[in-house]
């Protein structure tokens, strides 16, 4: 019973370095969302999709792309990485049908030296 | 734009101590509210929701909270707090007119409890 999947757990990159980070749901949910936690500041949406080829931007999009080729996979990337962009990323599914409650992963705990 | 507030960064109650969290809202009309919550080092998890109807709305792990809608609040309480209860508290809401697709969290809240 998996749910939503991230890939990878822990990543360490270097200033302008590029990553991509791989949600993965089963769950055949509608939407699916990308959020950063930083202390004190809860979380921030980076961006969202409300169905397969869609993307919208959150409240805090710079820096990211998105893509959602396939319903089941949502992938975020950083094209040149920034040490501002340190933080840990969650990514987060809801179904179409079912007003809010968001499933979310475990999250990706990344590093920008 | 809807936004919430968490005005308690940090909280610590004894074990078997009742529990309040506050939320805070900023939102034209009644919104969709949520309380998450998160232990070390993993995602989030729903503790209960509220839609409409009763204000009064009862969770998991015995959790409840209240939509007051004059204070624009909605409150986490517990009677009785479990050690295992020690974790970050979040509060969320969503708005109607996009069938709350899109959630603003608050700060959060670190609960620490004392055996």
């Known amino acids: 019973n998996a749910g939503v999947t991230q890939t990878p757990k822990f990543r360490v990159l270097k200033t302008g370095q590029s990553m991509t980070l791989l949600c993965a749901q089963d769950?055949?949910?509608?939407?699916m969302y990308w959020y950063r936690q930083d202390p004190g500041m809860g979380l921030r949406l980076i961006h969202y999709?409300?169905?397969?080829?869609?993307?919208a931007k959150g409240e805090v999009p710079d820096g990211y792309n998105v893509s959602r080729l396939k319903k089941q996979n949502f992938l975020l990337g950083l094209e040149s990485a920034a040490p501002s962009q340190t933080s840990v990323y969650f990514c987060?599914?809801?179904?179409?049908?079912?007003?809010?409650?968001?499933?979310f992963g475990e999250g990706s705990r990344l590093t920008v030296l | 734009a809807q936004s919430v507030t968490q005005p308690d960064i940090h909280i610590t109650v004894s074990e078997g101590a009742s529990l309040e969290l506050r939320c805070n809202y900023s939102?034209?009309?009644?919104?969709?509210l949520f309380w998450y919550v998160q232990s070390p080092g993993q995602g989030l998890q729903l503790l209960l929701k509220y839609f409409s109807g009763d204000t009064l709305v009862q969770g998991i792990k015995g959790f409840e909270a209240e939509f007051k809608r004059s204070q624009s609040s909605f409150n986490l309480r517990k009677p009785s707090v479990h050690w295992s209860d020690a974790a970050e508290y979040f509060c969320?809401?969503?708005?109607?007119?996009?069938?709350?697709?899109?959630?603003?969290f608050g700060e959060g809240t670190q609960l620490t409890v004392n055996p």
């Open positions: 999709s409300v169905g397969e080829g869609t993307t």
């Open positions: 769950m055949n949910h509608e939407y």
């Open positions: 939102y034209g009309a009644t919104p969709y």
């Open positions: 987060a599914s809801r179904s179409g049908q079912n007003t809010g409650e968001l499933f």
């Open positions: 969320a809401v969503g708005a109607r007119e996009t069938s709350g697709s899109r959630l603003t």
